[in-house]
């Protein structure tokens, strides 16, 4: 790639290691219902890929309940 920028003389921005690794970019967003069952005990969470993902943030979140969250996936971890 680098090779075809350079010989057509554009100039182009290179973004900082750093901000690569963080980047969502390229990536596809799954968008996952929050769900839970507070009669039975069971706190806010959601699911992706048949397992259950929760945060002490998404624990107090009920008024998400219902709602569908973007989740982007960290392929580099």
């Known amino acids: ?3 075809f920028i350079r010989g ?3 100039m182009i921005t290179w973004l900082a290691e750093q901000h690569r690794r963080t980047l969502c970019l390229m990536q596809s967003a799954r968008r996952c219902p929050v769900r839970a069952y507070l009669d ?3 706190c806010t969470r959601i699911n992706l890929h048949s397992v259950r ?3 002490d943030v998404l624990a107090v979140s009920t008024r998400l309940i219902g709602e569908h969250l973007p989740v982007y996936l960290n392929v580099l971890a």
């Open 1 to 3: 790639m680098e090779y």
């Open 8 to 10: 057509k003389q554009t």
């Open 40 to 42: 039975q005990g069971v």
């Open 53 to 55: 993902y929760g945060s």
